[in-house]
């Protein structure tokens, strides 16, 4: 993310955030996103927003329904 230049991390674009979330639903970590800090925290808090507004799911069991449609 700092080698594109990503200046801000919108909650609303899940596609792009949907690549942070592991098939647990579960939010992966710097090392396997190979995110700097900053820019980690920043996924974690558009991840959190998303979810709370049910753009992206809290549990692994709504991501199998949403695949099988």
């Known amino acids: 993310m ?3 230049h990503i ?9 792009f955030l949907r ?3 592991s098939d647990r ?6 090392r396997r996103t190979s995110a700097c800090a900053k820019h980690q ?3 974690s808090n558009a991840i959190k ?4 507004l049910a ?3 809290y549990t692994p069991d709504h991501i199998r329904i949403s695949q099988g449609r």
């Open 19 to 21: 690549r942070f979330v």
């Open 49 to 52: 927003r998303a979810r709370h």
């Open 55 to 57: 753009l992206l799911p």
């Open 2 to 4: 700092c080698a594109d």
């Open 25 to 30: 639903a579960r939010i992966e970590t710097r």
């Open 7 to 15: 200046k801000y991390v919108d909650y609303k674009n899940v596609s």
């Open 41 to 43: 925290r920043a996924i």
